[in-house]
């Protein structure tokens, strides 16, 4: 003997069963991804960071994660965020404060580039290139 079902219970039991398989995937990979996160993983592989502890590392992670920026109309920072690690300043800039007027024996070296330069990852804002820069005055 054979039951005879609709084809829109067997399309509505089909979504169902689809909904609940996307459902199980998205958990399972929050999981995963939650336990190895891979910003702290990166780090710890590249073998940067072996002098830092590993809630550093993580607090590292945090950070950068935290810092808003904005796609459109171009790639920009929000401005005045602060974290244990980076500084954004009024400007938009990473780095301290500085009064938009300057003295005249005053000399500003402005660097343009990309993450590099930005300083990804780097452990305080005086260990990326502007930083080093600025040591050398």
């Not at 995937?25 to 502890?53: A, T």
């Not at 796609?71 to 980076?86: D, S």
């Not at 000399?107 to 260990?127: K, N, P, Q």
């Amino acid at each position: 003997m054979s039951v005879q079902v609709s084809y829109s219970k067997q399309f509505t039991l089909g979504i169902i069963f689809l909904v609940i398989i996307l459902i199980a995937v998205e958990i399972f990979s929050y999981i995963i991804l939650n336990e190895k996160d891979s910003c702290i993983v990166g780090l710890w592989e590249s073998g940067l960071y072996f002098n830092y502890s590993e809630n550093f590392v993580k607090s590292l992670c945090s950070d950068y994660k935290s810092i808003i920026d904005f796609e459109k109309p171009y790639k920009h920072l929000e401005p005045n965020q602060k974290t244990e690690i980076v500084n954004i300043n009024s400007f938009g800039v990473r780095g301290e404060e500085f009064n938009i007027e300057k003295e005249y024996d005053v000399y500003r070296i402005v660097m343009l580039g990309g993450s590099t330069m930005y300083g990804v990852y780097a452990t305080s804002d005086s260990s990326t290139i502007p930083g080093f820069l600025e040591k050398k005055n």
